[in-house]
């Protein structure tokens, strides 16, 4: 990041996805993001699994509805992207007409090995529409956890860009003080908390982590209403009768001095925006730097292991007798 640069704008999307239909869900999505690259934003977020959508029902079915679990996880898996794929593809058009940093939450349908499996994933797109990397949830939270896998530490990282250093976790991965701590230590400016979290105890932890690790953060949230979901699927009728809204989104940006600058958004579809003042960056740090000179390297230590964990090693055969890995794509 240049000493010199100026404020910048930067943008969180609250939205609602087309129920589970990646195709419109990505045309949606490319959609806002010109119109929030038409307004000046840099940096541009999308919510938690925006794409194809959050698999609101993991709150709702009872485990023992197996018929209904499967049904749900199969149109899940049909609709899931893949990366790269077309749905990314739409998304880095949109990012490169715009000439903006993206962050894109998705489901993301696991490529190696059985090719069965989701994973709760953000996608970083530079201004250029290139996929600069991914971010798989490490710990799919309570009833999630019949939905998606567990993600490994290989795609915890932070992008250095002309705006700052942008990195991020995923709703819950916010409550593990070590992750959080990675983020901070990497030298996160710019936060991203992509989430399906609401009300007054989430917008507190976005503050809190504002002030902590100095950084901005950008919270960003479906929004969505029972209506939303067609009528074919049979777990709306699971919600009480009077329930509008699911989730009323809250989305927020707070700068590092824990400020809510923009937010929070309620009950309606919006585009937050707010400025960025780069000294912010770097000026608050004087006081309070906590993977810096508030820390204590000698009294504590973390290991982050960042190796790749895929689901199936092969050695030796036809092919010659090193071990083999199957990438991960993008």
């Not at 896998?149 to 070590?178: F, H, R």
Request: hydrophobic share 40%; charged share 25%.
């Amino acid at each position: 990041m240049s000493n010199a640069l100026k404020p910048f704008k930067i943008a969180a999307v609250q939205a609602t996805p087309v129920f589970l239909n990646r195709e419109a869900t990505a045309e949606k999505a490319a959609a806002l993001i010109r119109e929030a690259g038409s307004a000046g934003a840099k940096l541009i977020v999308f919510p938690e699994s925006f794409i194809p959508a959050y698999p609101d029902w993991v709150w709702v079915v009872p485990s023992g509805r197996d018929r209904l679990l499967s049904g749900l996880y199969g149109e899940m898996l049909e609709n899931a992207v893949e990366i790269p794929g077309p749905a990314t593809g739409h998304i880095g058009r949109a990012a490169k007409e715009s000439g903006a940093y993206v962050v894109m939450g998705v489901t993301e349908r696991d490529t190696e090995a059985s090719g069965a499996s989701l994973f709760n994933t953000l996608i970083y797109f530079g201004p250029t529409g290139e996929i600069l990397g991914k971010h798989r949830k490490l710990v799919p939270t309570g009833g999630e956890r019949i939905v998606w896998a567990q993600g490994d530490g290989s795609t915890l990282e932070v992008y250095d860009t002309p705006l700052g250093k942008l990195g991020g976790l995923i709703c819950w991965e916010n409550y593990m003080p070590l992750a959080r701590y990675a983020m901070y230590a990497w030298g996160t400016q710019l936060y991203v908390a992509a989430t399906w979290d609401r009300g007054e105890p989430w917008l507190s932890t976005l503050r809190h982590i504002a002030k902590e690790g100095r950084v901005y953060v950008i919270g960003c949230c479906i929004a969505m209403r029972k209506g939303d979901i067609p009528d074919r699927f049979e777990h709306k009728g699971l919600y009480a009768p009077d329930r509008d809204w699911i989730n009323p989104g809250d989305s927020a940006i707070v700068n590092p001095q824990g400020e809510m600058i923009a937010g929070p958004a309620s009950n309606k579809e919006e585009i937050l925006y707010a400025e960025v003042d780069p000294q912010m960056m770097r000026g608050p740090k004087w006081m309070l730097d906590v993977a810096g000179h508030y820390a204590r390297p000698d009294v504590f230590e973390l290991t982050v292991r960042r190796e790749p964990r895929p689901m199936i090693r092969v050695a030796g055969g036809a092919g010659g007798t090193e071990p083999k890995e199957k990438k991960t794509a993008g």
